[in-house]
């Protein structure tokens, strides 16, 4: 495991230019620690971010959405973030690069509950899905929801933040989109 994500994180780090600027360095997760920064805290664990002469302080956001804004305005170095996101955060302005891939396939579902009401996207009418980071999910839901004759305009879309599962499970809303298929799924058993 070392061989494997060794070389990829220090290169990840060392091309960006606040870590050539300084030796601290400050990364905002995307989301609590959760599976997908593995990589990231096996770094931190071996010493792997120690070895290239960088202290990196890993911080979970409060707010999922906020990461890319504070990296912009300046106050930490490296923001993890979604790659569709990314692309609307350049569109509005912020001044953001891409500068490697920490999970190469999209993780993100929309996600029901298995025994519930919902079975189709078309069930999905005049109903509400909950939402974590606003921007893609209205797009993504365009596109899925236009296929069964059902607009965005025929939900309603709640803002839960980190409460993706419980506000599932709770009733509070029907389904959610941006669930992470490989935590909310297990989150939920």
């Not at 920064?37 to 302080?57: M, N, T």
Request: glycine residues 6%; aromatic residues 6%; contains cysteine.
């Amino acid at each position: 495991m070392r061989l494997l994500f060794k070389p990829f994180i220090i290169l990840a780090l060392l091309i960006s230019s606040p870590a050539i600027a300084a030796d601290k360095m400050t990364v905002l997760l995307d989301w609590f620690v959760n599976p997908d920064h593995g990589p990231l805290i096996i770094a931190q664990e071996k010493g792997y971010f120690a070895d290239a002469g960088l202290e990196v302080e890993i911080v979970a956001p409060a707010d999922p959405s906020a990461p890319p804004k504070l990296v912009a305005a300046g106050q930490a170095d490296i923001a993890i973030s979604y790659q569709p996101q990314l692309h609307l955060q350049i569109h509005e302005g912020l001044p953001l690069k891409r500068i490697g891939t920490l999970v190469a396939r999209p993780l993100n579902c929309l996600l029901v509950l298995e025994d519930g009401p919902i079975k189709t996207p078309a069930d999905l009418k005049d109903r509400k899905i909950g939402f974590s980071v606003a921007g893609v999910e209205e797009a993504l839901l365009a596109a899925v929801l236009g296929r069964y004759d059902v607009s965005v305009d025929d939900i309603e879309l709640i803002n839960v933040n980190f409460s993706l599962s419980p506000a599932l499970m709770s009733g509070q809303v029907d389904a959610v989109i941006g669930a992470f298929r490989n935590f909310e799924l297990n989150q939920m058993d």
